[in-house]
């Protein structure tokens, strides 16, 4: 993947609001109130909990996870509105830079060989992906095996459904189910145009006021993540899904005016 942290880093103000710093390797933040600055190592996050990021336009709430799934730290992030439709800018940045932290730039090449912690989840506890497989308490699946997974976003709880059969049935139920977040929604993209040629699924709505999820792919994706250099390819496949996100605007370094 072509980061742009990898050469420097970004700074965002919001008014007396706040203020942070990020790099590759962490996030520096200055509340407004007074309040002591709050630094976040990427190293030691194994997971983040974003509330209110994908059920409304802002203000947002990053809470950082311990590899325990303990809370480390939480921020407060776009509690003003930039000019975009989506009201996401400070948070991207953010989650961003974490993802290119955890994935390398060696992503999307290193899907079999990528080892990192991918979130909780009530059902699956900690989920992992290692040696090409994902893996939670109670269900595993292969990368290479992936041939559908459905976006399931209802705006406070947003899912992906993963499953090895190409058509689902009467019974169809998915062989693991991730939360959608910086992590799961990159790597899930890549192994689905890898295995089949076209991505995830994100034609279901919230059942309110989204006709579909494309919200998410706005949130938690970036063309770069399948870039090895600027308009550089190793796979067919990576130029499709370059394409197919930065089709939609919202790329971090369209947002940030670059």
């Known amino acids: 993947m072509r980061s742009i942290f990898d050469d ?36 030691e996050v194994g997971s983040t909990f974003l509330l209110n990021y ?30 975009f439709g989506h009201n996401i800018l400070d948070t991207k940045v953010i989650i961003l830079a974490l993802a290119a932290n955890k994935l390398t730039t060696e992503f999307p090449n290193n899907l079999d060989t990528l080892n990192t912690k991918l979130g909780f989840s ?3 506890k900690k989920i992992t992906i290692a040696n090409g497989v994902i893996s939670g308490a109670k269900h595993q699946v292969k990368l290479s095996d992936i041939r559908r997974v459905q976006c399931v976003a209802g ?23 991730v939360p959608v977040n910086e992590l799961t929604v990159p790597i899930l993209e890549a192994a689905m145009r890898r295995n089949t040629g076209h991505g995830i699924d994100f034609s279901r709505g919230n059942g309110f006021d989204q006709p579909n999820s494309n919200f998410i792919i706005i949130r938690y994706l970036d063309s770069s993540f399948f870039e090895t250099a600027p308009g550089v390819f190793k ?24």
């Not at 962490?26 to 990427?42: I, W």
């Not at 994908?54 to 003003?80: A, R, W």
């Not at 406070?156 to 169809?172: H, I, P, Q, R, S």
């Not at 930065?246 to 005016?257: A, N, R, V």
């Open 155 to 177: 705006g406070a709880l947003n899912n992906l459904f993963v499953f090895t059969k190409e058509k689902g049935g009467f019974f169809d139920r998915a062989d693991i189910v």
């Open 122 to 124: 009530l059902k699956e």
């Open 54 to 83: 994908c059920s409304s336009n802002g203000p947002y709430e990053i809470t950082f996870k311990d590899n325990d799934g303990h809370n480390l730290v939480s921020i407060d992030t776009d509690l003003k509105y930039r000019g």
């Open 235 to 258: 796979e067919d496949w990576q130029k499709d899904a370059y394409e197919f996100v930065k089709s939609f605007g919202y790329d971090l370094q369209t947002m940030l005016g670059e």
């Open 8 to 43: 420097r880093q970004v700074s965002i103000k919001c008014d007396d609001k706040y203020s942070y710093t990020v790099t590759k390797d962490g996030l520096a933040y200055v509340p407004g109130n007074g309040k002591p600055e709050v630094k976040v190592l990427f190293s």
